[in-house]
């Protein structure tokens, strides 16, 4: 892509498919770290696990490509194939977000068919492929439809992602009208006591036009971004109901 946003696609193939995966090898992320460029590809090994392959540029070409190894983040295996792994660094300290398909729900309670994953690791060697100290495996959301979600290291600093708001081989009740799925709000990412954060970009308050306030109505018939504060007093049970209605249900 250039400065213009024109799109040429390359003729040549720039990583080919390694000897011991199976057909299923996708979703590349390219990273900078320390000046050097690295890519990792998700795949599914001979064995029908799921594996992470580390690349590095040879010469810092983004067209020429030597495998390191798989990337070893202490997984389980439990999985049969890892999809969208995304390598990130919020101040320094490495965040691995990915899509293990299959994952044993003893590992991890999840209710999507496929999760969205992270670990938080405490370094990244790159010459051996590993991912020191890596955390236990937890959802990045709980909802339902969060998926394969893409991040980058901004030149400012920051950490910010993006997220799918749809699942692959799931029917949704938009299908008879043949759309599905968006992209979820930008967020960027923190940690803060060895918790790792996501909060919608500050630049999204842009869009914003005049404040209204909600205390006393119970209906509208509009579009809004609705921002709640709840206090929240420990050992007490709450229940938050918002009900959307629509022209077939509620």
């Known amino acids: ?13 720039f990583i080919n498919k390694p000897e011991d995966v199976t057909d299923h090898f996708r979703d590349p992320q390219i990273f900078d770290y320390k000046g050097q460029f690295y890519a990792i590809v998700g795949g599914q090994s001979l064995e029908k696990r799921g594996v992470i392959k580390l690349y ?18 202490c997984s389980s295996g439990s999985e049969y194939m890892i999809e969208c792994p995304n390598l990130l660094f919020v101040n320094d300290t490495p965040i691995l977000i990915y899509c293990p398909q299959g994952l044993d729900k003893s590992e991890l309670s999840y209710d999507n068919i496929y999760p969205n994953t992270y670990k938080i690791c405490q370094s990244f060697d790159e010459r051996t492929a590993k991912l020191v100290g890596s955390s ?5 959301d709980y909802g339902f439809d969060v998926y394969a979600t893409q991040g980058f290291n901004s030149p400012d600093g920051r950490t910010l992602i993006v997220s799918w708001i749809g699942l692959p081989d ?12 968006a992209m979820s709000l930008v967020k960027e990412l923190s940690i803060n006591n060895g918790k790792l954060y996501q909060y919608p970009v500050d630049a999204i308050k842009t869009l914003r036009t005049s404040c209204e306030d909600f205390t ?6 509009n579009t809004y971004e609705l921002e709640v504060t ?7 049970n709450y229940f938050f109901l918002l009900m959307i209605k629509g022209m077939d249900s509620a």
């Open 230 to 236: 709840f206090r929240l007093i420990r050992n007490q």
């Open 56 to 73: 590095k540029a040879v010469g810092n070409s983004v067209e020429k490509w030597s495998e390191v190894g798989n990337l070893d983040f």
């Open 1 to 13: 892509m250039d400065r213009s946003y024109n799109i040429t696609k390359c003729e040549d193939v």
């Open 136 to 140: 236990k495996i937890k959802n990045l």
């Open 216 to 221: 006393s109505k119970i209906e509208t018939s």
């Open 170 to 181: 799931v029917e949704y009740p938009t299908d008879k009208y043949d759309y599905q799925g």
